[in-house]
């Protein structure tokens, strides 16, 4: 299977849930888009096998239901009409808390011990501290604060 051309490997991995379950263990790499996906431990069993993982979209709170979209480089996000002040980016109600973060931090460094790159944002020093004792093998970390992240 992963021989085929991508297109046509994707489209033969929906044919069973065990070809799809040979297709998450193929993946290496993943941007987490929607947090509870990680926080339930889904991650963790669709793709078993991932080293680098990107949490910077998934720790963003959006309105999904905006037609207004936010992209910059590697970050993309939808922003709600409602805002109005122009520092408005990096204002708490549209990242998780760091408690958050840092739980996340720890169900991923537990199902993840070879994590080799690692990009998040708004995380403390203990969910860092968990990653860097369950991951031996991590080489890369991106962190993100409020003060860097800015359009």
Not at 36 to 58: A, M, T, Y
Not at 77 to 102: M, P, Q, R, T, Y
Request: glycine share 6%.
């Amino acid at each position: 299977m992963s021989k085929l051309p991508e297109p046509q490997r994707n489209a033969n991995f929906l044919v069973s849930k065990r070809w799809l379950n040979l297709q998450g263990r193929l993946v290496r790499s993943i941007r987490v888009l929607d947090w509870d996906f990680l926080i339930s431990g889904r991650l963790f069993l669709r793709f078993p096998n991932l080293v680098r993982v990107d949490l910077v979209n998934g720790c963003l709170i959006s309105p999904r239901n905006s037609g207004i979209s936010c992209t910059n480089k590697t970050v993309s996000f939808h922003v709600g009409s409602e805002v109005e002040s122009k520092d408005w980016f990096f204002n708490e109600n549209f990242v998780l808390n760091a408690d958050e973060i840092d739980k996340g931090l720890r169900v991923l460094a537990g199902g993840f011990p070879n994590l080799r790159k690692l990009v998040v944002i708004n995380a403390s020093e203990m969910g860092l501290l968990s990653v860097a004792d369950e991951c031996p093998t991590l080489q890369e970390l991106e962190i993100a604060y409020d003060a860097v992240i800015m359009f």
